[in-house]
């Protein structure tokens, strides 16, 4: 044991030495997740809204009236429709609203008025929800009466805030990153500094320099996480915390040691911390898609939901946003820890394995 901790205060020691890897992390676990929640949007914010109005009626006047900020900046106004098309085509303009002659005539008289809608889609989210609002607009005008009445009870996220989402979202993300990386790198660093042959060398066991190698890794992964949370996800973004924050420090540090697995198996095919980088990237591309991160597990292809299954990530991000939005009781979790604990004791036995081969 005197040898382990020996061990392992060593690398916490270089790592904290080495400013570059301490500016890294601390960049990762305050700057780039306060950036995602912060600057990552998908709500319509300052739209670019083109007009064509050949009808010269109020009631175009009225409906432009109500694109106002923050979701539309101040519409600008065109001859033709060949202009608005043009300035949509060079991305000036998002939205284009073309008002015939004959609108205000056709509003009147009850004959199906219509607006001819451009949009550009290349950004699919944002475009859609702009033409939410759009439609939203219109139905109010309409007055349409109805025997119904729709009403909305916004469950977990009750604000619909995407920011506190999106940072907790880019938190999980950024654990999945540095783990992997920072795993493989104690070890291919003795490889690129020629120390890896006095390392074999030492009268230590393999086993005990590869539990402290990787241990001393994930503490410093818990000391960035508990920085993000406590500095980022509360005081930057206010997340809302309905479950129990021990339980999902407890599931970071099995999550942490699942992936620092994946670590070890790529410290022993890398011979370099470049290929630590090219090797992480495709390893963690499929890791991240079959997780849920991106599209949701029942909007994936029954296949690929079966495959989701091997991805420590998906339990990690389910057991993480039921803890902070739904509140979930640690009973009702215990699934989700047996998902990352079952895959995470394969992974990490894979690499230890792989990696032990070359002592």
Do not use: C
């Amino acid at each position: 044991m005197r040898l382990f901790f020996a061990i392992f205060a060593k690398e916490l020691l270089g790592f904290f030495r080495s400013y570059a890897q301490v500016f890294i992390v601390i960049y990762f676990f305050t700057a780039e997740v306060y950036i995602a929640g912060a600057g990552m949007d998908i709500e319509a914010r300052n739209v670019a809204v083109g007009i064509v109005d050949k009808s010269a009626g109020g009631v175009s006047q009225k409906i432009i009236s109500n694109l106002h900020a923050p979701e539309f900046a101040p519409p600008i106004y065109f001859a033709s429709q060949r202009e608005l098309s043009q300035k949509i085509f060079d991305k000036e303009i998002m939205v284009g609203l073309i008002f015939d002659e004959s609108f205000e005539k056709d509003y009147y008289t009850h004959q199906g008025a219509q607006i001819n809608t451009l949009i550009d889609t290349t950004s699919a989210a944002q475009s859609y929800m702009a033409l939410a609002y759009l439609q939203n607009i219109l139905f109010g005008m309409n007055e349409i009466h109805m025997p119904l009445e729709l009403k909305i009870h916004k469950l977990f996220n009750e604000n619909a805030d995407t920011h506190t989402f999106m940072a907790l979202s880019e938190l999980l993300s950024v654990i999945t990153l540095l783990s992997v990386v920072l795993s493989a790198i104690v070890f291919v660093k003795e490889k690129e500094n020629g120390t890896w042959e006095i390392m074999l060398l030492m009268p230590v066991d393999p086993k005990t320099i590869i539990l402290a190698k990787t241990l001393s890794q994930v503490v410093v992964i818990m000391l960035g996480v508990v920085l993000s949370v406590g500095f980022v996800l509360f005081r930057g973004f206010d997340i809302p915390l309905n479950g129990s924050l021990g339980a999902f420090f407890v599931l970071t540090f099995l999550y942490v040691f699942t992936t620092a697995g994946i670590g070890l198996f790529v410290a022993a095919v890398s011979k370099s911390v470049m290929q630590i980088a090219q090797y992480s990237v495709v390893i963690m591309m499929p890791m991240i898609f079959l997780s849920g991160a991106w599209t949701p597990i029942y909007a994936m292809h029954p296949l690929l939901q079966y495959l989701s299954l091997i991805s420590p990530l998906r339990y990690y991000i389910e057991a993480s946003e039921s803890i902070f939005y739904r509140g979930t009781a640690f009973i009702d979790l215990l699934p989700y820890f047996g998902g990352v604990l079952g895959v995470g004791i394969v992974l990490y036995a894979i690499g230890f394995k792989k990696i032990g081969r070359l002592f």
